[in-house]
Each structure stands twice: as C-alpha cells, then as structure tokens.
C-alpha cells in the first residue's frame, strides 16, 4: 500500500494575506503567541441575500472555526437540522474534506456562503438543501480545541 503524501501546511501569515487580499476590508489578527488566526468579515451569499459578519478562528491542525456574529441566526433546537454545532459553529465540512495546505479563502469562506445560502433556503422552506452528514460532536468535544 502506498503512503499517503505529507502536505505542506500553511503558516498563518500566508492565510492572512490571501484573506486580505480578497477582502481588503475585513480585519484579522494573529494572536496566541502566533499560534492562532483571527479573521472578522462580511459575506454576501447572493445578489439578494443580506450580509452577514462572519468570525472565523483558525489554529493550524485545527478545524477552522466559523460563527456568524450578525444578524443573530434563527436557530433551531436541533442544531445539527442546519449542520450547526451545538456552540453555533457552522459543520461546513467532513473532516478529511479541508487539510492545513488549503487556503482558507478557496475553502473555508466560499463553504460559509454557501452554508448562508443553504440557511437562507431553509427559513423559507422549512427544509435543510445543502446535504452533507453531521457527525456527532458534543460541545466538550469543541471546547478542547480552545479557539
């Protein structure tokens, strides 16, 4: 059987430029000791969709963490029916599904917009249309990662 290649990841420095240069207005910061990638920004799903103010955490080797911060989420009690973790996260992706040598920009962001669109879809219809499974994570799952 043949191994599995060793990928590159890439230092939060490379992210936060890639960040900044698509979304020249949004703000990021590198904190905790430089182990740790803050990113606050806005995404429009579609043309006739409202913005959202997105927050996204990421500590290289951790998932990417992804809040919408406004306008408050109508969230169900179930929060796994719209592929939400019970901190209100957003399960963008199965874990083998975004490595550490992707950029966040081409992954992580265009998956937030489109899991907004989904969430748009869903208020009006009552249905979740974005597919995917949601693993079971329990929220002390989540706060190991200490984000």
């Known amino acids: 059987m043949a191994a599995i290649p060793q990928t590159k990841k890439l230092n939060l420095a490379i992210q936060e430029m890639h960040l900044k240069h698509i979304f020249p207005n949004s703000v990021t910061r590198i904190i905790n000791k430089h182990s740790e990638l803050e990113w606050d920004g806005e995404l429009t799903p579609s043309h ?12 290289i080797g951790k998932r ?53 669109l989904h969430y748009e879809l869903w208020k009006i219809t009552g249905k979740w249309h974005g597919g995917g ?9 989540l706060e190991e990662e200490k984000y």
């Open 48 to 59: 006739f969709s409202q913005s959202y103010s997105i927050q996204m955490n990421y500590r």
């Open 64 to 116: 990417p963490k992804v809040q919408v911060v406004a306008p408050e989420l109508d969230v169900p009690q179930k929060c796994t029916e719209i592929h939400m973790f019970g901190d209100h996260s957003l399960c963008l992706h199965l874990s083998q599904e975004w490595r550490a040598d992707m950029l966040l920009e081409k992954t992580i962001i265009p998956w937030t917009s489109e899991w907004l």
């Open 133 to 141: 499974l949601h693993p079971e994570i329990k929220v002390s799952d």
